[in-house]
């Protein structure tokens, strides 16, 4: 039996954390005896700090983040003798949306971004641990339920609104002057959110701000 305590201590020596556990169903394209997803992501603001001190950030290579995930969660999973899988590296892809809402942690924001009950917009999964064993999701509260919305008029130039996302526009101020607070800073819309506010780090939001829009 895999004990869900110990993957999250696990996990926490790297800078992670236990974001979600989801039952598998037989279209998720898992192996036939696999029951549940241990869904791992940051534990900021700690995460960051660990993760720049990785082999994988300063070797100068491209996809640092990805190749680090699939060390130290494939590590963790060897460890207790099952399979990690991750969000990245192309197809199959796994239904890791579906597994995130199937949590009972992560739901739909106002904006189409999932959110996360501590985590907020800022919610992000490393990977997975794949277990053959069945492990009840403990459901979070939707942040979103008693929340005023700000992340509704949250972008400075309404490319992500509750009427959908517009990429290009996104894409477009951030090559502005305008659009250096959310190069730097992190999405305007994601800040907006109440919860999990102080979690990322200026240098990490633009680390992921860099991935998403290279110049």
Excluded at 23 to 51: H, N, Q
Excluded at 66 to 92: E, Q
Aim: aromatic share 8%.
């Amino acid at each position: 039996m895999s004990d869900l305590a110990g993957i999250d201590v696990a996990a926490q020596v790297h800078g992670l954390t236990v974001v979600g556990v989801a039952p598998v169903l037989p279209d998720d394209g898992l192996r036939p005896d696999i029951r549940s997803v241990v869904l791992i992501g940051p534990d900021e603001p700690g995460f960051w700090s660990g993760f720049t001190a990785s082999p994988e950030y300063a070797d100068g290579d491209p996809d640092p983040l990805d190749r680090w995930s699939r060390r130290v969660l494939g590590t963790i999973a060897c460890d207790l003798g099952a399979k990690a899988v991750f969000p990245f590296g192309g197809s199959p892809y796994r239904p890791f949306i579906a597994w995130s809402l199937r949590s009972g942690r992560a739901f739909q924001s106002p904006v189409g971004l999932l959110v996360h009950d501590t985590a907020g917009l800022f919610y992000s999964v490393r990977g997975a641990i794949a277990l053959t064993e069945e492990i009840a999701p403990v459901a979070g509260t939707n942040p979103c339920t008693q929340c005023p919305r700000p992340c509704l008029t949250a972008c400075p130039v309404a490319a992500l609104t509750g009427a959908g996302y517009d990429v290009s526009a996104c894409h477009a101020f951030l090559d502005t002057a305008a659009g250096a607070d959310c190069l730097t800073s992190g999405c305007g819309v994601r800040r907006a959110c109440p919860v999990g506010q102080d979690r990322r780090t200026t240098p990490q939001s633009a680390f992921h701000m860099k991935a998403f829009h290279p110049r």
